[in-house]
């Protein structure tokens, strides 16, 4: 074992000493010094597993992952809160997933629709007052091409039957009405949601969208929540390169590419940690091949652009040839502008399920490194992505608690910090630079090469502010 | 090096030319068919339809139960709010409260899952206190619930009870609780009972000598400058005081380059003392219902709502507690009276005759119909979706004394989609909402003056006082300053473009 890898096991250790011993025991378990080569039987940490009552999780529910997540970005859908009134509340239009559309007409992405469940409902049930709500809401908005029922706790708690409210409004209203079984206490964090509210694709709208003709170009760009327009970004480059984006998953989705995805040739997929159920699914029901890429940062994106490349003829591999050659120097413009600015600083992130990995190749190549990364709600396949992209010894963290977060950050000294809103501000505090990295900051996009200039300008932006300077501390 | 972020991006004509590629698969209306739909919702058939709905809410103006309790319990000195229940509510409280005042917020949730609905959540309860207590190192941990919690029966007083016989906590260290479960009331209704259940920990056995201060008990207020307001005043007028759950250096912190978990709040010894004071007076009236009820009855204390937004308010607010207290408002007062009053006198012309639409939490609104009217402004539309019968009188009340309150309506239960309809056909000049309102500036064209919680998309607004006579000054402000922007915007073009307003 290395000295890196044994200092930073050292340095974990301390930082678990605070704890009762049988979060101690638990918690160990998911904090570990990396080890890129795999080979280190103690650098791998345990994860989806549940969180320890107590100790401050970042991570959020089941219902984040189906409403927030999948389903909340598909437009023209009216996606229903079902119980109380808080979840849709905290929920509304806080992950930016930008689409066109006119709001409350065609499309629905900004709104909260709840049914604001009272006590009567938790006595006597929701299911028929869902009914009427659903009759209701066909009245008020006839240009929605489905209902989504987003179940809260109380829903699955008291044995409601939304699947049979949902049949009867299907039929009735002749357009999918999807009741999803996301209810907050399933599961231990958001990653059920996202399977969950797959299934339930899978279920109840894929294969039964219109799609005139095929091309032999056809993909489906799966797991781009268009974020800041990410997903813009992304597929204008996929039609540079020759292919035709029949679908977009989920970002300023339609019922229609939900339902028309299994047509693709390939299934082009950003955010694994989402959406690799369905993409599974469309490869053992259709036999569609599907591909992870990353389009963070010049270097991550040349690789995907050949890797998708690879999937087709040699028309698309010259275009991806091509592309790269094209973009190159505004890409080498940008790391020539901002990394002086940003040259050997130390990041930390702690983001979601795909961002803790993918990002890391778009800080490198403006210079920085990551010296500690990890998930709110990845699994093994995850940690296994990621090893290989850090250092050794680096941190790897594992559902970390607000505890370890600031015990990391005081002991390595990050230049910057990349994590959530309930982190920001402790780290505002702390005078440590820090971003949003799962709302870009309210920035974007991040995605490609119309993405990469921004997050650069971004990272230095704050990497480099003078307002951090003006911060007195205590002498 | 000039760089085009989302905001000029997506206007490009590439961008623009994409979208309407993408439309081949969506299978989406055509424009003309949007256009009918959009027309129609503008029309009084929409409204009807629109307001005999019963079963579904659309863009609702309030929040849950245990978001006012944890900005209640976040108050109180080295206080972590400890939530019984699913751990993604904790996330959203957490992420709600960091949105709007950006700072850090604080609180523990038990995260329950698929056992505990099936065994109960006493033993996330217990684990949950010992590690939050170990880590964290409260003073007080305020136990409040979520709705899984609720319907599956769990029985704080008893879980905490068993907590300090298995002795995971300490036995002094005070674990008041409240049931706040989700689908009764709302946001006020939490920070409520919440508010009822610290005192009633903290104040048990506590009863003694009179200490001769006086209670103020915020209410669900989120501006951070009205509690520093409110100090401010009492100390002017020589008034000891205690605030009841004083968050103002919990969300608004100096940055000293320190992260503190507990940056500030009321003592707690003051908070155990508060029994002992001559009266309580709230400052808002319906998220504190329950707490002065319990002070009037089991504290034998006086206590009086005195909700102190716009100049009447303030004056009552004042003469009640001159008389409580026994001491005259200084000049300093009265002097601040004055520059408010003169500043609204100055400001009248733009806003006599104003027609507004409001919408918020109900105590926000009895104060500021009270401000409109006395500017000469016109309440039209008084939206609230957790107002109760009482507060429809109340507000129809206040209405019914001005000849500007003639024309308002008072809609309880009723949501923002309510209010589209109700600007599409009868249209006001200004909105008086929080952020979410600003959807309904671009539907109807209706400027947006950001008052209320939250309020996520401008900077600092809550960190200004809308209280007392600076806060008048600040609404004045706050108001004028809008109509006159609208007036330039509508006037760029035209001869009407004044310099001199």
Redesign the interface.
Known sequence: MSTAIKETQKMIEEVLD???E??KKDRAKHLAANDPTGQCSTCQVKSNI???????????????GAKGVVWGPVK?QIT?SH?????G??????RRN?Y???????TFG??????????K??VYGGDK??D??LH??K??F??A?SMGILS???V???GDDIEAVSKKAEKEFAMPIVPVRCE?????S?SLGHHIANDTIRDHILGK???EKSTPYDVALIGDYNI??DA??S??ML?ELGLR????WTG?A????MG?AHKAKVNLVHCYRSMNYICRHMEEQYGIPWTEFNFFGPTKIYQSLRKIASYFDDSIKEKAEKMIEKYKPAMD??IE?FKPGLEGKRVMLYVGGLRPRHTIGAYEDLGMEVVASGYEFGHSDDYKRTYPEMKEGAVIMDDA???EL?EFTRRLSPDMVGS???E????????VPFRQMHSWDY???YHGF?GF??FA?DMDMTVNSPTWGL????K | MKIKDHNELFQEQEYIDQFERKKEFENCPTAEEVQRIAEWTRTAEYRELNFKRQNIKINPAKACQPLGAVFCASGFEGTLPFVQGAQGCVAYFRSHLSRHFKEPMTAVSTSMTEDAAVFGGLNNMLEGLENAYTLYHPKMLAVCTTCMAEVIGDDLNAYIRTAREKGVIPQELPVPFAHTPSFVGSNITGYDNMMKGILTAVTAGRKGEPNGKINIIPGFDTYTGNYREMKRLLDIMEVKHTILADVSDIYDSPNSGEYKLYPGGTPLADAADSINALATIALQKYSTSKTMDYIGKEWSQSAVALPPIGIKNTDRFFEELSKITGKPVPQEIENERGRAVDAMIDSHPYVHGKRFALVGDPDLLLGLISFLLEMGGIPVHVVCTNGDKKFLEDAEAILSESPFGREGKVYTGKDMWHLRSLMFTEPVDFLIGNSYAKFLWRDTGIPLIRLGFPLFDRHHLHRYPIIGYQGALNLVGLIVNTVLDEMDRKTMNTTSFDVIR
């Not at chain 1, 549940?50 to 984040?64: D, E, F, L």
């Not at chain 1, 900004?110 to 006590?119: L, N, R, V």
């Not at chain 1, 984006?245 to 977009?248: E, L, P, R």
């Not at chain 1, 911060?471 to 205590?474: C, D, S």
Request: hydrophobic share 35%.
């Open positions: 605070a704890y009762p049988k979060a549940k969180s320890r009552p107590g100790v401050m999780t970042v991570r959020g529910c089941a219902y984040a023209d229903i119980g109380p009134v808080g979840c509340q905290y929920s509304w239009w806080s930008y066109n559309g006119q709001t409350g007409i065609d900004t709104m909260h629709i709840t049914t604001d469940f009272q006590e409902d938790i007052n869902l009427a709500a209701e809401l009245g008020l006839p240009l091409k809260e706790c109380p699955g708690l008291i907050g206490f399933r599961g231990v958001q969208g219109l799609l800041g327009g813009w970004a597929r204008k039609e984006v029949i679908a977009q300023d339609s019922i229609n590419e028309i413009a940008v502008e608690t607000l505890y600031e959530g809103i309930k920001k501000y402790s780290y505002h505090k702390l005078g920035s974007g996009p119309d200039p921004v300008r911060i007195r501390r205590k």
